[in-house]
């Protein structure tokens, strides 16, 4: 399939400089941090507070049915996002990306922190290829700065990542397989919101 031309034809803009600075982690894992990259975030994130149709999910936990701690919402393939900032970071992201992860970043997974009580446990994407793939899951944050802390599966050092207002932050190579990703609760924060671009399959 001939994405390369279909897929960049609808960018409005080029504005936003993509140089982002790698970290290596160990099993060939890789962290990417760009900080103040995203334009215009306040925007984004007044966009997003209001337009995203936000869901709380429940999940079982020992013999009760809880709420997931943080309110969710998925953009699929092909479906608009809610500011053209996202639209043109997405872009911006497949170009840059596009020779190392040899697919473009469709789908769009958003997470609402309405205060410090509401996190992500510990976690890899491993559902579909990032089991068993080398994968991309590239983060746009607004709002209060939150630690996305990662630590090898199977024990050793952990670390952190501040992710503040308009930051990018990529997990790349083996990361989502061989090591695992938490945004913990703290005792004081406002609200964040965070998206995640991902390639098709990947969740
Ligand atoms: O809030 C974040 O930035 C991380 C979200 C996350 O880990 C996930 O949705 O898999």
Redesign the pocket.
Known sequence: MDYQTSLFADATTDSVALSPERRLLSHGAWVDVQRSWLRDPDAVFSALVTDVPWRSERREMYDAVVDVPRLVHTYLAGVPLPHPALEEARTALSRHYLPELGEPFVTA?C?F?RDGRDS?AW?G?TIGRGRSADTM?A?V?VGDPRR?VLRPRGGGASIAVT?GHGDLVVMGGSCQRTWE?S?PKVAHAGPRI?V?FRPLNVF
């Open positions: 997974g997470c922190y992500v976690h994407d899951v983060i944050s996305l992710m990703h945004v965070s995640q």
